[in-house]
């Protein structure tokens, strides 16, 4: 399973950004599917994660404000950012829970990262 993440860029405090995230190659299921974050010299923090049936929890620092939704027939994810902050810069990773094949365990895949730099 490979991850690839876009839709990063520099916006200005206050605008939007829409970050997607594509899988490839084999899959056999995907359980949950989310976003996390990392700011320089911090750790890498939980942004939003929705499940295989649509449960959905977002980061305090973010609600209200991102929205995080998939397409399960193409197995992709995306964030909705809206009333972006200077805070919330940083690189932005997807990552799914899931299996390659039937008989494999579920692990954890990551995609390589966007980086969402917001203005003052």
């Known amino acids: 399973v490979q991850l690839q993440a876009s839709g990063g860029g520099l916006v200005q405090a206050g605008g939007s950004l829409r970050l997607s995230c594509a899988t490839s190659?084999?899959?056999?299921?995907?359980?949950?599917m989310g976003w996390y974050r990392q700011a320089p010299g911090n750790q890498r923090e939980l942004v939003a994660v929705?499940?295989?049936?649509?449960?959905?929890n977002y980061a305090d620092a973010v609600k209200g404000r991102f929205t995080i939704s998939r397409d399960n027939a193409k197995n992709a994810v995306y964030l909705e950012m809206n009333s972006l902050k200077p805070e919330d810069t940083a690189v932005y990773y997807c990552?799914?829970?899931?299996?390659?094949?039937?008989?494999?365990?579920?692990?954890?895949?990551w995609g390589q990262g966007t980086l969402v730099t917001v203005s003052s």
């Open positions: 990552k799914v829970d899931g299996k390659a094949v039937r008989f494999a365990t579920n692990r954890d895949y």
């Open positions: 190659g084999r899959i056999f299921s995907i359980n949950d």
């Open positions: 929705i499940s295989s049936g649509g449960s959905i």
